[in-house]
């Protein structure tokens, strides 16, 4: 089993910078067997994908609107994960979400969010212009 609770979320002008984590509570396999996604839900939008990072953090993908902009990053020891945002525009205003899965090959990235079997609680990320 594993409970996420994310945090870092706030309000902030557009340019600016803002650092996500997302703690894991883990049961059972560690949390280095886990790999993990981000993702947003704008209001009257289906939930969409940001990016993930794989179980050992060696490979990430991000979605197109975000590259360059985002970076995901793990602490294996810490059992977190962190989204860090820069030059956010209000575009990116959405409750922000992380997700796990227990992935079998260290390099694998998720990007569906039906493949995530653990879901924490989201975070506001308002960006104003």
């Known amino acids: 089993q594993v409970q996420l609770v994310e945090s870092g979320g706030g309000l902030v002008q557009a340019g600016g910078s803002l650092r996500l984590a997302c703690a894991a509570s883990?049961?059972?396999?560690?949390?280095?067997?886990?790999?993990m996604g981000w993702f947003r839900q704008a209001p009257g939008k289906e939930r969409e994908f940001v990016g993930a990072i794989s179980r050992s953090g060696g490979s990430t993908y991000y979605v197109d609107s975000v590259k360059g902009r985002f970076t995901i990053s793990r602490d294996n020891v810490k059992n977190t994960v962190y989204l860090q945002m820069s030059s956010l525009n209000p575009e990116d205003t959405a409750i922000y979400y992380c997700a796990a899965k227990r992935t079998l090959v260290r390099t694998q990235v998720v990007v569906t969010p039906g493949e995530y079997n653990y879901w924490g609680q989201g975070t506001q990320v308002t960006v104003s212009s």
């Open positions: 883990v049961s059972g396999p560690t949390f280095s067997n886990y790999g």
